[in-house]
């Protein structure tokens, strides 16, 4: 089965940090490739997704994230968090059978 | 005014019975979902449809139905055969390659 792995399950960071969440995904065809954020009490919304093109995407919000064929990942940073980034994160991945599969999630905590 | 409806927000529901949560969108996109978020589990697929009359199981699709007999409407009926059903179900949407759209989502409690 398709999988999406999801390294950090809780990362606390101060303000200003920088910030990386991995991911990783089981198959080896062609993706897509998302990051989605969960605000306190918000419903999901898109941060930024790879279809094709330039490996390194740029989303909402200064984040950004690169995709690594060969290592089967989608990263995704920050260059400077702030403590209005604390939410709960997720990656999924569209596999061949065009279902999009999310990973467990990573909740971030920024203290400020 | 547009986007996914999920209602109601907050649902209980007495061990034994059956209850049937609802999904509306009016996005006209043509795939919809239904996925439950635990604590620590992340999102998991239930159930999903490509397009009308038609849905295929997701990963946890036992003690769930679902039918797709409008394209604006997917509604998740939650069975007695559920062992587990106090979760967060949230409703999602996608127009074919693109993104998920996600609507507010409906907590159920059994009590």
């Known amino acids: 089965a398709q999988s999406v792995s999801q390294h950090n399950h809780h990362v606390i960071l101060s303000e200003a940090a920088s910030l990386e969440l991995g991911c990783n995904y089981s198959?080896?065809?062609?993706?897509?490739l998302f990051w989605y954020v969960q605000y306190p009490g918000q419903h999901l919304q898109l941060l930024l997704k790879y279809f094709s093109g330039d490996p390194l995407v740029k989303g909402i919000k200064g984040f950004e994230a690169e995709f690594i064929k060969s290592k089967f990942s989608f990263n995704l940073r920050k260059p400077s968090v702030q403590w209005s980034d604390t939410a709960e994160y997720f990656c999924?991945?569209?596999?061949?059978?065009?279902?999009?599969?999310f990973g467990k999630g990573t909740r971030l905590h920024i203290l400020p | 005014d547009g986007g996914i409806t999920q209602s109601p927000k907050y649902l209980f529901r007495k061990e034994g019975q059956n209850v049937t949560l609802s999904c509306e969108q009016n996005l006209n996109h043509d795939a919809m979902y239904w996925y439950r978020q635990d604590p620590g589990q992340g999102l998991r697929l239930i159930y999903y449809?490509?397009?009308?009359?038609?849905?295929q199981k997701g990963d946890i699709a036992e003690g769930y139905s679902v039918s797709r007999e409008k394209k604006e409407s997917f509604p998740l009926t939650v069975t007695s055969a559920q062992k587990n059903p106090t979760a967060f179900y949230l409703c999602?949407?996608?127009?074919?390659?693109?993104?998920?759209?996600f609507g507010q989502g409906t907590r159920l409690t059994v009590v």
């Open positions: 449809s490509q397009i009308v009359n038609d849905f």
């Open positions: 999924a991945v569209r596999n061949r059978d065009d279902k999009i599969i």
């Open positions: 198959y080896g065809g062609t993706v897509n």
């Open positions: 999602a949407t996608e127009d074919r390659g693109s993104e998920a759209f």
